[in-house]
């Protein structure tokens, strides 16, 4: 059905698509080696990326500007539908910026913040048991 | 280019494919609001399957059951690979486990753990801007 997940990453944030073998020089009898496995550089950027994303708040963000025209929404829009202060928000979406997952844009007064879909179409990616 | 962020849910772990609407009774004068928003429920079971996702060794771990034959692998297998004991890998295994993202097995004196390829792909198309 599907093949292997593929725990590829993928070309943003400086993560590579090449998969890093690891060798182990001992093996358990009942076992054979991984011919490819994510490296541990790799894993931790992953795991980083995933890490913005574990938080309801933070999903609901991204799903409030993921609604809006063009995937891009302004910040004085995302305070009211989850309920938290405008500082409480930024927090939230710098965390969101870090990890690479939105970019962010000043004009005027207000910050706008779009979806890095490249980067969610990546880390989607790693996590697919491809066809 | 790419359709909005979906951040809808997969049929697996509970979770419906239903976006419910957020209606906000007060909107900020710039903004529109949106029409499909996850919800609270849903973004809180999202959030905790990106969780088991949001550490190196779990990230691993899954990518080393992913290149086993049919995504299956014996915890005997997977310590050596991560440097780190048995009892701590069971202890990551379980955290994927609970998450739904692995399922587990055990035949005689060994657990054998199993991707749940399907519960992966709900994950992944959650954060997939579609096409």
Not at 102 to 128: C, F, M, P, S
Request: hydrophobic share 40%.
């Amino acid at each position: 059905m599907y093949r292997r997940l593929s725990m590829r990453c993928g070309r943003l944030g400086g993560m590579t698509s090449t998969q890093l073998p690891i060798a182990p020089t001992e093996l358990v009898a009942c076992c054979t080696p991984a011919s490819e496995v994510i490296s541990a550089e790799d894993a931790e950027q992953l795991a980083r990326r995933f890490k913005a994303l574990a938080d309801p708040t933070r999903v609901r963000l991204l799903s409030l500007i993921a609604n809006e025209q063009d995937s891009e929404a302004c910040i004085c829009y995302l305070t009211h539908p989850v309920g938290l202060s405008q500082p409480t928000v930024s927090h939230h979406m710098k965390q969101l910026v870090e990890a690479g997952l939105v970019t962010r844009e000043q004009r005027g007064k207000w910050a706008y913040y779009r979806l890095a879909n490249d980067a969610l179409a990546a880390l989607a990616a790693a996590i697919t048991p491809a066809a």
